[in-house]
């Protein structure tokens, strides 16, 4: 009768000699000795070789394969530390000039325009006073530009900095100063189209609403609201998607060297398919640095509040103002402290996910791989992998190549 399926017997080979088969050693494997004489001898065969898995290499800042949420997270403040001076060092050095800057531009303005509000007449108080608040607000413009051309600055330094810290270098910062030479430039006027862009849609809509207000009645306030509320939605949801989808603009202008108009719609191709994962890193990174700001300038707020009372309590006026300028100085140099470190982060994660997002999409792991390699072998003829390809092919020359 037939077997059933279920059958417990187990399968005999057939008699006699067959051919065998003896797996190929690794050349990645290395043989000892006694393997090696054994293997010239007639009639004995090799012992067989494992095989298993290994891991990509990592050379330096990231492991050279497609990153896990974990890993991207840690890069961008594993590179504060990598290379404290050109990272940390230089945003904190850029951080306290702006600060300094804007408090003595914005303190100096406000001092004197104040200054004669009070000792004006009472018929020319109120003219004086409205003159001083624009004046105040177009001093605040100064400290704003500075403000982006210094963050423009500071993406590019982090951006050359993540992507040589991937390959395993390490430059000082006058060595990252020279790759970004000649795209610095780009940089500025892409943060300066953000931020006319910005103004002018604030402005048009601040506009339409005032009138509204001002000449449409009881109607035209309800519908200035709501106007607002509306604008006010649309722009919060219509900067996170811009934002996104644009994100990786700083990156692509230092590392691919790509005019603007190419590098907004390389930074548009990029991030499709990966909108949501782009955003939500961002966004926890955000969550993260704002977090632990603000659990340590908190109390410092709370105690500049308070401490002046409680380091004078005797009520001098002399001592409470010292007591007042020493704790606003330290809650300033604190937050100088914490704002560096955020820029760093926050500059570093896009950076992070542009190669990221290369290696996923066009394995990019493999140009840095052989680049790495390359490198280690002595052959400095390898191009830059992060050039596009039909640019990488050409020869490059000091200007072109951030590696020289």
């Known amino acids: ?121 009472a018929v020319d108080a109120s003219t004086l006073q409205a003159g001083s608040i624009a004046l105040i607000i177009l001093s605040g413009l100064i400290p704003v530009a500075l403000s982006v051309v210094a963050s423009a600055i500071l993406q590019g330094v982090i951006a050359l900095e993540v992507a040589r810290g991937t390959v395993g270098e390490k430059l000082k910062l006058r060595g990252l100063w020279r790759s970004a030479r000649g795209r610095i430039g780009a940089l500025i006027g892409w943060s300066f189209i953000i931020m006319a862009v910005a103004v002018i849609a604030l402005a048009v809509v601040g506009v339409l609403i005032a009138l509204l207000v001002a000449f449409g009645g009881t109607a035209g306030i309800v519908i200035g609201v709501l106007l607002g509320l509306l604008a006010g939605t649309a722009a919060v949801v219509l900067v996170a998607w811009l934002s996104t989808r644009l994100c990786l603009v700083p990156s692509v202008l230092m590392l691919e060297r790509l005019p603007l108009r190419e590098a907004l719609a390389r930074s548009w191709s990029l991030t499709v398919g990966y909108f949501w994962r782009t955003f939500g890193i961002q966004l926890l990174v955000i969550f993260i640095v704002q977090t632990v700001a603000g659990i340590i300038t908190t109390p410092l707020s709370m105690l500049l509040g308070l401490g002046t009372g ?95």
């Open 1 to 121: 009768m037939g077997g059933s399926v279920t059958d417990n017997s187990s399968w005999q080979p057939p008699a006699g000699p067959g051919p065998r088969t003896v797996a190929a050693p690794s050349p990645f494997t290395p043989v000892t000795p006694a393997e090696s004489s054994a293997a010239g001898r007639p009639g004995v065969t090799p012992p067989p070789v494992a095989s298993g898995w290994t891991p990509p290499p990592k050379p330096g800042l990231i492991p050279l394969r497609p990153l896990t949420l974990g890993t991207l997270l840690g890069a961008a403040f594993q590179v504060l530390r990598r290379n404290p001076r050109p990272t940390f060092g230089f945003a904190l050095l850029v951080t306290g000039l702006v600060s300094i800057v804007t408090l003595t531009i914005v303190g100096l303005v406000s001092f004197f325009a104040f200054a004669r509000t009070i000792t004006a007449s």
């Open 310 to 404: 409680l380091l004078n309590p005797n009520g001098d006026q002399t001592g409470m103002i010292i007591a007042g300028v020493a704790l606003y100085g330290l809650t300033i140099a604190v937050s100088i402290v914490f704002g560096a470190i955020t820029a760093v982060v926050q500059a570093a994660t896009p950076a992070l996910i542009y190669i990221d997002l290369r290696m996923r999409k066009e394995g990019l792991d493999l140009e840095l791989s052989r680049f790495v390699e390359a490198r280690q072998s002595g052959d400095a003829s390898v191009p830059d992998p992060y050039l596009p390809r039909v640019t990488a092919a050409a020869p490059t020359t000091a200007t072109n190549s951030p590696w020289v």
